[in-house]
């Protein structure tokens, strides 16, 4: 198994502001402004699978639709701005539909933050994202389609949540890349992005038994990394893309 010493040093050397050019959040680092931050975070972990530099291209293009301005964009938003705009499994009217429910929610409530902070208080089986996903799928008017269920899976299916988990990092961690916006959690209450490349590294380094790539691993991964901080356990996922790195190195 990896040390404590020989992980500190991988999240060390790799969370970096030089980090962010190559990694979706850079996309809501554009950013000044909170509620801007949170709804442009949000909406590149929808598409934060893939290759980057692809799915990086097309969170381009849909902030040109967007003219660079996430709250304005969401509160106004109407299906027909988007025109053929897709993402591999995410069609024009999948996205169309996810953007309504984010104007609804930042029209009639707090947006995001008071959604996850409801999830992160009404847990569902120790699980907060089944209280979010809940949402989008009852206010989703086709919550069938692919691309809906691929942007926003089903928490209570016990999917990973790996982009969603992602997402709550920015937001709620403090550090060079991460913006630390939201403070109704800890970060020592992150869980860890898990996606097949975190979970083979993660068996490599023996940190990670279960051999399914499910929210149960997730919990796994995130609990033997708090053994080796537990106010900050998440750090150690810029140690997985470090220890990738020098593997291929």
């Not at 989008?136 to 969603?164: H, L, T, V």
């Not at 916006?181 to 975190?198: A, C, G, R």
Request: net charge negative; charged share 25%; hydrophobic share 40%.
């Amino acid at each position: 198994m990896i040390t404590k010493s020989e992980i500190d040093k991988l999240a060390e050397t790799y969370e970096t502001v030089d980090f962010i050019k190559d990694d979706p959040v850079r996309v809501p680092n554009k950013f000044t402004e909170k509620r801007d931050i949170e709804i442009a975070g949000f909406i590149a972990s929808l598409v934060a699978y893939g290759r980057r530099e692809v799915f990086l291209k097309k969170l381009n293009a849909l902030f040109d639709i967007a003219q660079n301005e996430p709250l304005n964009f969401i509160l106004n938003f109407e299906p027909e701005i988007l025109g053929d705009f897709n993402y591999r499994f995410g069609k024009p009217e999948d996205f169309a539909q996810i953007f309504m429910i984010l104007r609804g929610l930042y029209s009639q409530s707090g947006g995001l933050e008071e959604l996850f902070k409801y999830g992160y208080e009404n847990q569902i089986e120790n699980n907060m994202f089944i209280p979010v996903t809940d949402f989008f799928y009852s206010q989703a008017k086709e919550s069938n389609s692919q691309g809906f269920k691929f942007m926003i899976p089903d928490a209570r299916k016990g999917s990973a949540m790996k982009r969603m988990c992602m997402y709550l990092r920015w937001m709620v961690r403090k550090g060079p890349v991460d913006f630390g916006i939201w403070n109704f959690m800890n970060p020592s209450e992150l869980l860890i992005p898990l996606d097949t490349h975190v979970a083979r590294l993660s068996r490599e380094m023996g940190l990670l038994t279960r051999n399914t790539n499910d929210f149960k691993a997730v919990l796994e991964l995130t609990a033997n990394l708090r053994k080796f901080d537990p106010e900050d356990p998440v750090k150690y996922d810029f140690a997985m893309f470090g220890y990738g790195v020098n593997q291929k190195a």
